[in-house]
């Protein structure tokens, strides 16, 4: 039996075994040769040898320079919208007259107003509006300064930030503060349900 060096066909081989994207079903891709002659075979506008039609060739540029981007009303809308976003990141949103508590020290940061709660650890932030809540604990370290707030939510979760305080006579002025904006926004749902008849 005799066996043969190289390639006996032109045709490249196909299949999962030789191409790691083969996807059974669809047609190989053609090779640089038979694509460059099919297209110009048969695309539209040409004759059969290859040659590009004049008509074609004269109605393009007006095709182009009637359909430029932004002259739909679809377009016009978009870029809109993109604008309004771009001027509302730029503007920051009007804050109503009410407590805020902040906190922070070299590494930790708490914010807590009208939005809900921002905790920030070194580059690793987290926002949690009021209706993602569930409680709001405080904790304080026995020996030491360090002030410990853990926010928790409904889903059983809980997420502690630790805050150097630069006394401890800060806690007591933190805890009061965070208790204002906690009564003001926080709705815990433990209001009694009224009398039945």
């Given at each position: 039996?005799?066996?043969?060096?190289?390639?006996?066909?032109?045709?490249?081989?196909?299949?999962?075994?030789?191409?790691?994207?083969?996807?059974?079903?669809?047609?190989?891709?053609?090779?640089?040769?038979?694509?460059?002659?099919?297209?110009?075979?048969?695309?539209?506008?040409?004759?059969?040898?290859?040659?590009?039609?004049?008509?074609?060739?004269?109605?393009?540029?007006?095709?182009?320079?009637?359909?430029?981007?932004?002259?739909?009303?679809?377009?016009?809308?978009?870029?809109?919208?993109?604008?309004?976003?771009?001027?509302?990141?730029?503007?920051?949103?009007?804050?109503?007259?009410?407590?805020v508590f902040e906190a922070s020290d070299r590494r930790a940061a708490l914010v807590a107003d009208h939005r809900g709660v921002r905790l920030r650890l070194d580059d690793q932030e987290c926002e949690f509006r009021w209706d993602e809540i569930g409680a709001v604990e405080t904790e304080t370290a026995r020996f030491g300064k360090r002030y410990t707030v853990t926010v928790h939510t409904p889903d059983r979760r809980w997420y502690p930030l630790e805050i150097d305080a630069d006394s401890r006579r800060r806690f007591a002025e933190w805890d009061a503060a965070l208790d204002e904006v906690l009564d003001a926004y926080f709705d815990d749902g433990a209001e009694e349900p009224a009398d039945r008849v």
């Open positions: 039996m005799e066996q043969r060096i190289g390639s006996s066909s032109s045709k490249p081989l196909e299949g999962a075994g030789f191409d790691p994207a083969f996807i059974p079903g669809l047609t190989a891709p053609a090779t640089g040769r038979e694509e460059d002659a099919k297209d110009t075979k048969d695309a539209p506008g040409t004759d059969g040898d290859g040659t590009v039609e004049d008509a074609a060739t004269e109605a393009a540029p007006e095709a182009e320079e009637s359909e430029k981007p932004g002259d739909s009303p679809a377009a016009e809308a978009a870029e809109a919208v993109e604008a309004a976003e771009e001027s509302e990141d730029d503007e920051p949103e009007p804050a109503p007259d009410g407590p």
